[in-house]
């Protein structure tokens, strides 16, 4: 969270995520089994936090660990948590780990994304889902959201866009508002304006048993409307930068017909 005119106080940053999470003094006192009065002091500029209370304060207001970081160096401290690409040595283990649940959801689609919903990773089912979408999107970078929802994406050929872009956009902004983050508060602008393709499929028919319980994601293929159920798997305490801010989505098929399809389609590959 950089500030415009330079890096802030410790204390003004630390109160301004207290008031992102919507916590009152009080409640982050409470929460970090400190007395308010010595919050108040911190946040004011008062009182100087140590390394181990702002990262305390900090754990209990769930602060990403990039953040973090920037609070330390605030303070006057050495950043704690190392950014590493997944292509360092070091991260040899966890890029096999993201590697083998891809491979291992084939035949469905399944795909590692960052922070900025850019593509680390797909499996080999991903690239024949892509067919007609604009070669500009899937020039690397590739954002997933944006080439989810974009006209030239795979928004024409949603059966349920309206539905879908609602629950993208909302995710997007419980994100922003997590993360402080501009590159992501920018993306949600640009989606936002996007207008709607002059023509979508139609409606598939009777509501199908999921309705209600979760968002489908519906996709019109050759093969017929593809309907997939997804899950978001996060690493399990990250203590690196790049590992925390990595998502893996996995789409099962939400009934038979899609899950035929697709063994269909792996086959024919």
Same mark, same amino acid.
């Given at each position: 969270?950089?500030?415009?005119?330079?890096?802030?106080?410790?204390?003004?940053?630390? $109160?301004? !995520?207290?008031?992102? $999470?919507?916590?009152?003094?009080?409640?982050?006192?409470?929460?970090?089994?400190?007395?308010?009065?010595? +919050?108040? /002091?911190?946040? =004011?500029?008062?009182?100087?936090?140590?390394?181990?209370?702002?990262?305390?304060?900090?754990?209990?207001?769930?602060?990403?660990?990039?953040?973090?970081?920037? %609070?330390?160096?605030?303070?006057?401290?050495?950043?704690?948590?190392?950014?590493?690409?997944?292509?360092?040595?070091?991260?040899?283990?966890?890029?096999?780990?993201?590697?083998?649940?891809?491979?291992?959801?084939?035949?469905?689609?399944?795909?590692?994304?960052?922070?900025? !919903?850019?593509?680390?990773?797909?499996?080999? *089912?991903?690239?024949?889902?892509?067919?007609?979408?604009?070669?500009?999107? %899937?020039?690397?970078? #590739?954002?997933?959201? $944006?080439?989810? #929802?974009?006209?030239?994406?795979?928004? @024409?050929?949603?059966?349920?866009?309206?539905? !879908?872009?609602?629950?993208?956009?909302? $995710?997007?902004?419980?994100?922003?508002?997590?993360?402080?983050?501009?590159?992501?508060?920018?993306?949600?602008?640009?989606?936002?304006?996007?207008?709607?393709?002059?023509?979508?499929?139609? @409606?598939?028919?009777?509501?199908?048993?999921?309705?209600?319980?979760?968002?489908?994601?519906? +996709? #019109? =293929?050759?093969?017929?409307? %593809?309907? /997939?159920?997804?899950?978001?798997? %996060?690493?399990?305490?990250? *203590?690196?930068?790049?590992?925390?801010?990595?998502?893996?989505?996995?789409?099962?098929?939400?009934?038979?017909? =899609?899950?035929?399809? +697709?063994?269909?389609?792996?086959?024919?590959?």
């Amino acid at each position: 969270m950089n500030h415009p005119h330079g890096p802030q106080p410790v204390g003004v940053m630390l $109160r301004e !995520w207290r008031q992102r $999470r919507r916590m009152s003094q009080l409640d982050l006192a409470l929460e970090a089994d400190i007395s308010t009065r010595h +919050l108040s /002091f911190v946040e =004011t500029g008062r009182s100087q936090p140590s390394r181990e209370m702002l990262l305390h304060l900090a754990e209990r207001l769930e602060i990403p660990l990039r953040e973090r970081n920037v %609070l330390l160096t605030a303070a006057g401290f050495a950043a704690v948590f190392q950014e590493r690409p997944l292509s360092d040595p070091a991260m040899q283990a966890a890029r096999k780990a993201i590697d083998l649940v891809l491979a291992a959801h084939e035949p469905f689609p399944a795909i590692a994304i960052d922070r900025h !919903w850019n593509l680390v990773a797909a499996n080999a *089912v991903v690239p024949l889902l892509l067919e007609g979408v604009d070669a500009s999107l %899937l020039e690397p970078p #590739v954002n997933v959201l $944006r080439l989810s #929802v974009h006209p030239r994406g795979l928004a @024409p050929r949603l059966a349920n866009l309206a539905q !879908w872009r609602a629950h993208l956009l909302a $995710r997007l902004h419980h994100q922003v508002q997590l993360t402080a983050d501009p590159v992501l508060a920018a993306l949600l602008a640009e989606v936002q304006d996007y207008p709607m393709p002059a023509s979508t499929p139609p @409606p598939t028919g009777a509501e199908p048993d999921y309705a209600g319980v979760v968002v489908p994601f519906q +996709l #019109v =293929t050759p093969a017929g409307t %593809l309907s /997939f159920l997804g899950t978001t798997t %996060l690493f399990g305490t990250p *203590v690196e930068v790049t590992l925390s801010e990595l998502a893996i989505e996995s789409f099962f098929p939400a009934d038979a017909a =899609t899950a035929e399809a +697709l063994r269909q389609l792996a086959a024919a590959r």
